[in-house]
């Protein structure tokens, strides 16, 4: 489990509209953490609760500031 898999997921989420697609695709829960897991993607939903906490304030940092990691 990975804060990094987390981050990673999402920008391949928001960059990857076939990736995304495949993802929402998939209705059983368990079927889309399956799939998410074959992708190699590993994290807890805390971690991804977390990155994605994250990337909504590095955005309007990044916007004001410059870039921000």
């Known amino acids: 489990m990975s804060k990094k898999k987390a981050e990673d997921f999402l920008e391949k ?3 990857d ?3 995304k697609d495949s ?3 998939i209705v059983n829960v368990k079927d889309r953490i ?5 992708q190699g ?3 807890t939903s805390d971690e991804l609760q977390n990155a994605w906490f ?3 304030i ?3 940092l990044s916007d004001t500031f410059g ?3």
Do not use: D, G, T
């Open 13 to 15: 989420m928001i960059n």
């Open 17 to 19: 509209e076939a990736f």
């Open 23 to 25: 993802v929402i695709n």
């Open 34 to 38: 399956e799939f998410i897991h074959r």
């Open 41 to 43: 993607f590993s994290f």
């Open 54 to 56: 994250l990337m909504q």
């Open 58 to 60: 590095a955005k309007p």
């Open 67 to 69: 870039y921000v990691s």
